[in-house]
């Protein structure tokens, strides 16, 4: 969790910065700012190729186009419910039914958020007892950090091997009478692991065991390669009433900027992250919310065809980055590419620094996903047009 690259904070020639008294501490200085969303600046401000944040530079499907247009003429304006409205809640659940195999009340088991962002902070927030720790498996997604300590966690992170399997000991030994939740992700960002359902049934057996909750951001869960299939860990037996299952519009159906996400939990969980989700945002975008239902109706072909296009695009990257002599492997699921850069001789940061300037590519350095390391890792996305993945690739043939 580093910041990249600090931008100048001098003063115009001439003028001395005028003394100011120190504001007093804020938990807001215990983490930095988002280096995913720096790296997006810094790709704008360098005229950099972005395969640093992931979000698609390809357009949305032209059926959520028309239902958002149809929705705002209609005068879709004002307040949806405030967890979400009834035509979602109800496309929702049924969703989940067929794919992830759970079962929820449209009326008490569902909230939805401004995103994943917002589902992940108000389910921590509805979870935790400031002091009570939260484990979370590293590589992780760099939001959980913050995510931990606004909501007063107390984080243990548990890495996952060199090959990204789980040391059974080790997950073993970080579970205790202090673990009140598990911060999950399958797909994984960033190491595009897709956890088997023999590993989920390890965790889901620790949870059972020690009472704690699991809190899972599944939002790539469409988005898998290789015959890899998605497991939902809230689908395991006894873990229904014990999981927070967290989807979003924003990857399936390229939309990350409509800020449509859902937390799905029972009833009592539920009323716990609805509360917290009333006073955070009261709600997500009304209009948007209509268009999500009518995405939801997409045919099931909408679904293949999107895993198929992101198979293209990963192999696209995969041959470029080892090309140009990055170590990877291919992803089993999500849409990144983690990286080794050892044999640079540089730190992430000096390497996505370089690649930035020299090259033109922006990706996020790895110490991002870890609390501590990371130094010889770099993500990159393929959630870009193929046109978009061959000049980073003709960019990065002097990488090195
Ligand atoms: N989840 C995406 C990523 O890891 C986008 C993050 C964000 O900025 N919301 O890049």
């Known amino acids: 969790m580093t910041r990249v690259i600090p931008e ?46 992931g979000f698609p530079d390809f357009p949305c499907p032209d059926e959520l186009k028309s239902a958002a247009g149809e929705a705002i003429d209609a005068d879709v304006n004002q307040y949806a419910i405030t967890w979400g409205s009834k035509e979602l809640r109800e496309e929702i659940v049924k969703r989940v039914k067929t794919y992830n195999g759970m079962a929820f009340d449209p009326e008490t088991g569902i909230t939805v958020t401004c995103g994943s962002t917002e589902a992940m902070l108000a389910s921590l927030l509805a979870v935790i007892t400031p002091g009570e720790e939260v484990i979370v498996p590293e590589p992780f997604y760099e939001n959980y950090g913050p995510d931990a300590i606004l909501s007063g966690a107390a984080p243990r992170y548990v890495p996952l091997g060199d090959d990204l399997s789980i040391d059974e000991e080790s997950w073993k030994s970080a579970f205790s009478k202090k673990t009140k939740a598990i ?114 109706r997409l045919p099931a072909s909408y679904y293949r065809e999107l895993a198929a296009d992101y198979d293209k695009r990963r192999k696209i990257l995969y041959n470029g980055l080892r090309e140009a002599g990055f170590a990877c492997e291919l992803p089993e699921g999500a849409y990144y590419i983690f990286t080794d850069i050892s044999e640079s001789g540089k730190t992430d940061v000096e390497f996505a620094r370089h690649l930035i300037e020299k090259a033109g590519v922006a990706a996020v350095p790895g110490s991002s996903f870890y609390h501590d390391g990371g130094e010889t890792k770099l993500r990159f996305t393929f959630s870009k047009k193929t046109e978009t993945l061959q000049e980073a690739c003709r960019r990065l043939e002097n990488a090195f």
Not at 199 to 218: G, H, K, M, P, R
């Open 8 to 53: 100048s904070t001098s003063s115009p020639a001439g003028t001395p910065p005028a003394p100011k008294r120190p504001l007093p501490v804020s938990r807001a200085d215990t983490f930095t700012e988002s280096v995913i969303r720096e790296m997006t600046r810094l790709a704008l401000k360098h005229g950099a190729v972005n395969l640093a944040q």
């Open 183 to 296: 911060i999950l992700n399958t797909p994984n960002n960033p190491s595009g692991k897709v956890f088997s359902k023999k590993e989920l049934s390890f965790i889901a057996d620790l949870c059972l065991d020690y009472n704690v909750i699991a809190v899972t951001d599944e939002i790539y869960e469409h988005i898998l390669y290789d015959g890899h299939k998605h497991v939902s860990i809230g689908s395991l037996d006894g873990m229904q009433d014990r999981t927070i299952t967290i989807g979003s519009f924003s990857k399936t159906y390229s939309v990350t900027g409509w800020r449509v996400g859902y937390a799905l939990a029972d009833p009592d969980l539920t009323n716990r992250i609805r509360k917290i989700h009333d006073f955070l945002t009261v709600g997500a975008p009304a209009p948007l919310q209509q268009a999500c239902a009518a995405a939801l």
